[in-house]
């Protein structure tokens, strides 16, 4: 499965060119960043000329072999890739500028849990960066889209934007900045600790 996502070309290539555009926006070069889900790793090698270190993170030892490879051949150094869960990583509380978690919260069994666990660890100003799919507006698309999370052996979680929104603004989150290319699109969230 590694292998095939690795080489699965980008759904829609403008909507992502866009999404790493407005996180870089948010960068500055001091930053320690943290990718939850990072897969094999495109995302985070992309930015990385952007920030101090990129810690990335997945549950996939596969998805991490190419991602490391992919590092390797780019001579890209401040990226580091580790085996780790969301559920298991472990940070110091405000130790982290920005935070990244995209085409992943829909596959999680408790993204409140996440939510939080990351707005803890973010320091006050620190951005957490989302793009999920909230299919709870997308039924028609659900079953389909439903197909693309069994690969990795996890179900899709029915939700709604305002649901998702929801979450991120219970945990304490404001959000700073919200994208949606169209209806049956990923929603693209950059929500912000307040500094107190
Ligand atoms: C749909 S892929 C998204 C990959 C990448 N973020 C992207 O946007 O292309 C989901 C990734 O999350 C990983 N994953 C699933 N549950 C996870 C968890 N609880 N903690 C960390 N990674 C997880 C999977 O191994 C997979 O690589």
Known sequence: MAKRYSRKPIADEAAYQKKLQVTQEYFQPDMMVMEFGCGTGGTALIHAPFVSHILAIDGSKKMLEI??????????????????????????????????????????????????????QLKPGGI????????????????????????????????????LKASITNAGFEIDYEW????????????????Q
Do not use: W, Y
């Open 67 to 120: 991602a490391k490879s992919k590092a390797e051949a780019e001579g890209i150094q401040n990226v580091t890739f580790e085996l780790a869960t969301i559920d298991d990583f472990e940070a110091p509380e405000q130790s982290i500028d920005a935070v990244l978690g995209l085409s992943i919260l829909h596959l999680l069994k408790n993204k409140e849990a996440v939510i939080t666990k990351v707005f803890k």
């Open 128 to 163: 957490f960066v989302t793009s999920t799919i909230c299919a709870g507006e997308m039924s028609k698309f659900a079953s389909i889209v439903a197909f693309f999370g069994r690969p990795f052996g996890l179900i899709l979680k029915i939700f709604t934007a305002s649901e």
């Open 180 to 195: 949606r290319p169209g209806k049956d699109k990923a929603v693209f969230v950059v929500a912000k600790k307040p500094q």
